[in-house]
């Protein structure tokens, strides 16, 4: 296709995809319709051509008012949250799916009850976030089904860790202003199991219905889809927040069995007193990181989830 070369080209960033087609916000907030063509540029490489966050340059090509254009070119990603693709097994031949790109935080939302808290899932993000440096927020909702204690109290780990933490409710709004105040000025990424309630507490951010919402599928409670393309919505007060689609096997991309273990800081310590310099902390005799275990230093059910990852890390 061809451009008149005086069509003025436009800044903005990549707030939601629509089957091939992309909302572009641009700094006095109007949305623009596009698409990419092929004469798109980009310097991302061998993922994703265009995601939600991208920070992009379009043409127009309609009258201003109508507000469509084409994407001319995509600018460098500052962060990404990424899973590995099979290339047999999508149209697009991409390596890499791109979920969301340039967020600040990426923000674990799990439910304490109705899914069930499933600590795997917070390691395995904790486990990329830290791979990406990326700061990571995990967000506790549904604590209207368990007792607070009880469920701070298995979460202690992580506190103790350092991690951010937060528990809200998105049914009784409990914990939401001190949510806003995390999220405030930022670009987040919500992510995490379908079920967890990310679209109700998205709309609970908002102060409105912007996102569909589903019940919990019946028999196994695991959840339904309801967010099918990632979405980035503007917060009262400042930010954004980027609804990601729920994912039930998060694949780690440039994580490896050889290091693995620097992402559970917990390790670091005992890594010094291993037999072997090159341990797996799995089965070698001598390891330091599996006697701190047995004596209580290290959180058993964090090192199981070590090992289940490990496991996981060659087939990936």
Excluded at 60 to 74: K, L, P, R, Y
Excluded at 96 to 121: G, K, T
Excluded at 129 to 149: C, F, H, R, W, Y
Excluded at 166 to 172: L, T
């Amino acid at each position: 296709m061809s451009m008149s070369p005086e069509v003025m080209e436009i800044e903005g960033f990549v707030t939601e995809a629509r089957g091939g087609m992309y909302i572009v916000r641009d700094e006095a907030f109007n949305e623009w319709l596009c698409r990419t063509y092929r004469g798109t540029r980009t310097d991302n490489g061998p993922s994703s051509l265009v995601t939600v966050g991208d920070l992009v340059r379009i043409k127009a090509t309609s009258q201003e008012d109508e507000h469509e254009g084409v994407i001319v070119f995509v600018y460098p990603r500052q962060s990404a949250l990424v899973r590995k693709r099979d290339i047999r097994r999508n149209r697009s031949k991409e390596k890499i799916q791109v979920i969301a790109s340039n967020i600040d935080q990426l923000c674990v939302v799990v439910s304490a009850d109705d899914p069930p808290l499933n600590l795997r899932l917070i390691d395995r993000y904790l486990v990329f976030a830290g791979s990406e440096q990326m700061p990571v927020l995990i967000i506790i909702n549904k604590t209207d089904l368990v007792g607070q204690m009880e469920l701070e109290e298995e979460m202690r780990v992580y506190t103790d860790l350092g991690y951010a933490l937060c528990y809200v409710s998105a049914e009784s709004g409990e914990g939401i202003e001190d949510l806003l105040d995390l999220l405030s000025g930022k670009i987040s990424a919500f992510s995490g199991h379908s079920g967890v309630g990310k679209s109700t507490l998205i709309n609970r951010l908002i102060g409105e219905e912007r996102l569909k919402t589903a019940e919990i599928s019946a028999g196994n409670s695991r959840g339904v889809h309801t967010t099918t393309n990632a979405v980035m919505l503007s917060l009262p007060g400042g930010g954004y927040v980027i609804d990601t689609p729920g994912i039930r096997e998060f694949n780690l991309s440039g994580v490896t069995s050889e290091n693995l273990r620097f992402w559970f800081p917990e390790f670091l310590e005992s890594m010094g007193n291993c037999a072997y310099s090159s341990c797996s902390h799995t089965v070698e005799p001598g390891c330091g990181v599996a006697q701190a275990v047995e004596d209580g230093r290290i959180d058993a059910r964090r090192y199981e989830s070590y090992l289940a990852i490990f496991d996981t890390l060659d087939d990936e």
